[in-house]
């Protein structure tokens, strides 16, 4: 039986939007608030940094071997001095959160408003509420010098080849892309290795990521990969009413 179900006011509003041409002012009023939305999470973030953005599903429990793992690696990580990033909910999310709060390091979401799974986990420091899933996408890759891909679906999947993108096309720097779980991960490394065999992608593609099951690789593989960048911790400006 279909059960029907509300739509939140702002998700309605982005519905519309992609159905197809709206009148002139309609749309502009729609980027005002695309870019009000941007400021609001460039204001939130700004400081948060240097980020390691970890990326997974919401759906396991603090039980699940993925959590687990997820929780450990990203403690490791908050010992080398990054901010573990994430979407803010719960799942992989979460443990990547509480993984940084275990060991004292920083904790920062981008959450984003859905009628279901949208609330922000209890292990951030610091989170900001988005509508619009491009505009989450592009806030957790612009304060990120990592990501990690742990198992996830479609939203994950997205994240990853997103991010992949953007380096394979020079947008966004070569930073490291890490892919976790081997075994999960098979049929979707088969088909990358399917791309490259039909020259889709070329074979120095493959380079842009580092498949593991190891925590002690991923970190190692970090502290080589991040050095060559060159951060620097920005500072706020009490003239512009900014905080830490």
Known sequence: MFMATSTPPG?????????GPRSRWQDFKFVIKVALEFVRGFRALHFSGPCVTVF?????GEDHEFYILTRRLSAEIARLGYTIMTGGGPGIMEAANRGARDVG???????????????????????????????????????????????????????????MTLIQTRKIQDFPVIIFCKDYHRDLLE??????????????DLSLFLVTDSVEEA??????????????????????????
């Not at 998700?11 to 159905?19: D, M, N, P, T």
């Not at 088909?191 to 120095?204: A, G």
């Not at 593989?221 to 009490?238: D, E």
């Open 56 to 60: 997974g599903s919401a759906r396991y």
């Open 191 to 204: 088909h990358i290795d399917r791309m490259k065999e039909r020259c889709t992608i070329s074979e120095s």
């Open 105 to 163: 390091g920083r904790s920062v979401g981008c959450n984003i408003v859905l009628p279901f799974e949208q609330n922000p986990n209890p292990y951030l420091d610091k989170w900001v509420d988005i509508r619009y899933f491009f505009v989450r996408k592009t806030l957790l890759v612009k304060y990120s010098y990592v990501f990690v891909i742990m198992p996830g679906g479609f939203g994950t999947l997205d994240e990853l080849f997103e991010a």
């Open 11 to 19: 998700l309605a509003k982005e519905i519309q939007f992609l159905e």
């Open 219 to 244: 970190v190692q593989h970090i502290q080589a990969s991040i050095q060559r960048f060159g951060l620097k911790p920005m500072k706020p400006r009490r003239w512009l009413l900014e905080k830490v």
